[in-house]
């Protein structure tokens, strides 16, 4: 129990320096880039008069202050819960942001669940299977899918399903309609952002599967006259799904990232999109907010995998 206990201490320890990295790199990365909020902001303003209030708006915001002066508030700001003020909207960050995370984050779990339902049968049947036309098509629909960005196949899913067919609805997120809606919506973008991850969730299952059966404990069973199904699912999948929760882990990270180019093609109103929006205003504020939840989320996904994988093998928790 202690050393359970111990090494859940020391991922937790883990977490604070790569949240603070994450931090630094967003402010100098967001005030590194390019161009001016407050040109921005007056652009449909006369010079005359926009000259006369870019200095305020300059010292109202902060941007008037040396840029280590403004990291050090921004921090301070970060830590007591303070995102800062959107130059763009006039709203507290965190007011702007609230509502776009529930859609990101059904986004990103729909599309691990599509990838572990779809995956996961697909690496055993391949498995199982293995130098059969069925491990052969299985794996080349997995190298496919991996080849191909999400963004391009959410354009095809949209022109065939949305609008061809018309099974699916093309945009939006569905918001008003009710959890049906919002579901009925999420199937595209999900399959768009999911697709890849099933494809590599079906490689490392059929990698795993054919490194169980090979162990000395899976012929023990066979010999006893243990039936193929009772072999493969109670004794080999239980085993060998151990490296399948570090590559869904780590993909449902990537895929709170990957959100971002897909909800834009969707229009989906979620944190991904919002940050787009915000970067083409140059909203550093708001910018920030959106970068440092993905940021977090990553940090804690990646936390929860180690725990998920630590439980499912005791000898990593245990330090042996």
């Not at 709170?256 to 093609?265: F, P, R, S, Y």
Request: proline share 5%.
């Amino acid at each position: 129990m202690n050393k359970g206990m111990g090494y859940i201490g020391r991922r937790i320890l883990l977490i604070l320096p790569t949240v603070l990295g994450a931090f630094t790199l967003v402010f100098f990365i967001v005030h590194l880039a390019p161009g001016d909020p407050i040109d921005v902001l007056l652009m449909d303003v006369e010079s005359g008069t926009a000259e006369q209030i870019k200095q305020e708006l300059r010292e109202q915001f902060g941007l008037d202050k040396p840029i280590h002066e403004q990291y050090f508030i921004f921090l301070k700001n970060t830590i007591t819960g303070d995102l800062g003020t959107s130059i763009i909207r006039r709203q507290p960050v965190s007011k702007v942001l609230a509502p776009t995370i529930k859609p990101t984050i059904m986004l990103a779990v729909s599309a691990v669940a599509l990838s572990v339902i779809i995956g996961v049968p697909a690496g055993v049947a391949s498995a199982l299977r293995r130098n059969r036309p069925t491990d052969y098509i299985i794996m080349t629909v997995a190298v496919i899918w991996l080849s191909v960005p999400g963004f391009w196949l959410g354009i095809l899913l949209i022109y065939y399903l949305g609008f061809k067919v018309a099974i699916f609805p093309m945009f939006g997120g569905g918001a008003g309609g009710g959890f049906t809606s919002e579901l009925y919506h999420l199937v595209l973008p999900a399959f768009a952002v999911g697709a890849r991850s099933a494809a590599l969730v079906a490689r490392m299952a059929r990698s795993s599967i054919l490194e169980v059966l090979n162990q000395d404990y899976i012929r023990t069973a066979r010999s006893k006259g243990l039936r193929e199904r009772v072999v493969v699912y109670k004794h080999a999948l239980r085993n060998a799904v151990i490296p399948v929760i570090t590559v869904v882990g780590m993909d449902l990270a990537y895929l709170l990232g990957g959100t971002v180019i897909v909800e834009t093609v969707f229009g989906r109103v979620g944190l991904g999109k919002t940050m787009i929006d915000a970067i083409t205003q140059r909203d550093y504020p708001v910018v920030q907010g959106a970068i440092l939840l993905f940021a977090v989320g990553i940090v804690l996904v990646n936390f929860l995998t180690d725990l998920a994988y630590a439980i499912a093998n005791p000898r990593i928790r245990l330090g042996k």
